[in-house]
């Protein structure tokens, strides 16, 4: 068998598995595992592609704040890599309570009534509409360019992906030993980067599992609406999130927003979630679902408090975690990957002590078996 020595093995080929290459690779050989032919073919290339600030719990906010600075320099891409989009939240009366939560805890969060709604995006049924909230700072995120750059960066110091990397056996003796087949990597630190098989990662090396759930969800595409300028449509969703929408490559996509817990797998969406997705859809808009286009899903993964787990295990020197990104994995990974390289170098991370603490593989109130299989 053919022995590769590294500084790191990354396991994951996801934006998580490539940004924090990209930013361990200025500090030492990096090797990234991937079992797909092509990197980013699983959640990362699957996303709605929103950077939204007020998405997700306390520490999530502080993690999208914290990747801001990144989307907004010029390091990974001479394009853009966030553009003017916003967000709107409708409620019916029953979830104004949820409304005024939201915009309580938010920031930059705009009220506005059921005409205001509907002058945004004419298809909105202002009868559906108690109010709204709207967030003009979210924006799209384009996740090609931000993986390319990342990749770019990665390969610019001492990095590379493996792909098509069938990972059968992870041991560790003096360092970790991950194979493939005939192949066999060796690094004193290994990043599990592996998305929704996160914790059967964990479970091959022997590592206490963090109960990670990979929860579907899908999402259709709908010729575009016959009215002028919908592509500068915000993303608009219920408030309790049982459908969004948003213009997306001059159609229109739409979600169910279904969070449906399902064992890892290349996710596929299920034809009657998607048509009870697309009727909830129809009776909060004048727009009637002829046709769709294409539909697809993908797996966002969750631990029991909603939180990625980003740090090394407590259990096994050198197993360093970064999973659980759930719905937040794009707009958050310029913070998670910078914070994921300065744990494993030693570099006095610039997020806060409180965060890194919210995100601890060994925190209470995580861990476990998988429930399923
Ligand atoms: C429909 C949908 C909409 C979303 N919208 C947004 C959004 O608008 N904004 C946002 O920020 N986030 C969004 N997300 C969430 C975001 O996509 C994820 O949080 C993020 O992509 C997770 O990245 P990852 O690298 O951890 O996982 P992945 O992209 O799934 O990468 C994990 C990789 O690990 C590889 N792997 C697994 N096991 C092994 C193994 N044993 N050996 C080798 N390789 C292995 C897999 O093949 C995979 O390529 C959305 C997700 C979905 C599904």
């Given at each position: 068998?053919?022995?590769?020595?590294?500084?790191?093995?990354?396991?994951?080929?996801?934006?998580?598995?490539?940004?924090?290459?990209?930013?361990?690779?200025?500090?030492?050989?990096?090797?990234?595992?991937?079992?797909?032919?092509?990197?980013?073919?699983?959640?990362?290339?699957?996303?709605?592609?929103?950077?939204?600030?007020?998405?997700?719990?306390?520490?999530?906010?502080?993690?999208?704040?914290?990747?801001?600075?990144?989307?907004?320099?010029?390091?990974?891409?001479?394009?853009?890599?966030?553009?003017?989009?916003?967000?709107?939240?409708?409620?019916?009366?029953?979830?104004?309570?949820?409304?005024?939560?939201?915009?309580?805890?938010?920031?930059?969060?705009?009220?506005?009534?059921?005409?205001?709604?509907?002058?945004?995006?004419?298809?909105?049924?202002?009868?559906?509409?108690?109010?709204?909230?709207?967030?003009?700072?979210?924006?799209?995120?384009d996740v090609d360019a931000l993986l390319q750059g990342y990749l770019r960066l990665m390969r610019g110091g001492d990095g590379r992906v493996?792909?098509?990397?069938?990972?059968?056996?992870?041991?560790?003796?003096?360092?970790?030993?991950?194979?493939?087949?005939?192949?066999?990597?060796?690094?004193?630190?290994?990043?599990?980067?592996?998305?929704?098989?996160?914790?059967?990662?964990?479970?091959?090396?022997?590592?206490?599992?963090?109960?990670?759930?990979?929860?579907?969800?899908?999402?259709?595409?709908?010729?575009?609406?016959?009215?002028?300028g919908f592509e500068h449509w915000p993303v608009v969703g219920s408030i309790h999130e049982t459908w969004y929408c948003k213009p997306q490559?001059?159609?229109?996509?739409?979600?169910?927003?279904?969070?449906?817990?399902?064992?890892?797998?290349?996710?596929?969406?299920?034809?009657?979630?998607?048509?009870?997705?697309?009727?909830?859809?129809?009776?909060?808009?004048?727009?009637?679902?002829?046709?769709?286009?294409?539909?697809?899903?993908?797996?966002?993964?969750?631990?029991?408090?909603?939180?990625?787990?980003?740090?090394?295990?407590?259990?096994?020197?050198?197993?360093?975690?970064?999973?659980?990104?759930?719905?937040?994995?794009?707009?958050?990974?310029?913070?998670?990957?910078?914070?994921?390289?300065?744990?494993?170098?030693?570099?006095?991370?610039?997020?806060?002590?409180?965060?890194?603490?919210?995100?601890?593989?060994?925190?209470?109130?995580?861990g476990g078996d998988v429930p399923f299989g």
């Amino acid at each position: 068998m053919t022995v590769t020595t590294a500084d790191v093995i990354v396991i994951g080929g996801g934006i998580a598995g490539i940004g924090a290459a990209a930013r361990l690779a200025s500090h030492g050989k990096v090797i990234v595992l991937e079992r797909e032919a092509a990197t980013g073919t699983h959640s990362t290339g699957r996303s709605a592609a929103v950077y939204i600030e007020n998405y997700g719990n306390a520490t999530l906010k502080a993690l999208t704040a914290a990747s801001a600075g990144v989307y907004e320099s010029h390091e990974l891409s001479d394009a853009p890599l966030l553009t003017p989009r916003g967000e709107l939240s409708i409620a019916a009366e029953a979830e104004l309570g949820l409304l005024e939560s939201a915009q309580a805890e938010g920031k930059g969060l705009e009220r506005l009534n059921a005409a205001q709604a509907r002058a945004l995006v004419p298809i909105l049924r202002e009868d559906q509409i108690a109010g709204a909230l709207y967030e003009a700072g979210a924006r799209d995120i384009d996740v090609d360019a931000l993986l390319q750059g990342y990749l770019r960066l990665m390969r610019g110091g001492d990095g590379r992906v493996v792909t098509g990397a069938k990972i059968t056996a992870i041991t560790r003796g003096k360092a970790w030993r991950v194979e493939t087949g005939d192949t066999a990597y060796e690094a004193p630190v290994i990043v599990n980067a592996a998305g929704a098989w996160a914790d059967e990662v964990a479970g091959l090396a022997g590592v206490r599992t963090v109960g990670l759930i990979p929860m579907r969800r899908s999402a259709a595409i709908l010729p575009a609406p016959d009215v002028e300028g919908f592509e500068h449509w915000p993303v608009v969703g219920s408030i309790h999130e049982t459908w969004y929408c948003k213009p997306q490559s001059g159609k229109l996509l739409v979600s169910p927003a279904d969070e449906e817990p399902v064992v890892p797998h290349d996710a596929f969406p299920d034809d009657m979630v998607l048509a009870e997705g697309l009727d909830r859809f129809e009776r909060a808009t004048t727009y009637p679902v002829k046709r769709v286009e294409r539909s697809w899903a993908g797996l966002r993964s969750f631990v029991a408090d909603r939180t990625p787990v980003v740090g090394f295990a407590p259990d096994a020197q050198g197993f360093f975690w970064l999973a659980g990104q759930g719905g937040y994995g794009i707009q958050t990974s310029p913070a998670l990957a910078q914070l994921s390289a300065d744990m494993i170098v030693g570099t006095k991370p610039a997020i806060a002590g409180n965060i890194i603490a919210a995100l601890s593989p060994g925190r209470s109130g995580i861990g476990g078996d998988v429930p399923f299989g």
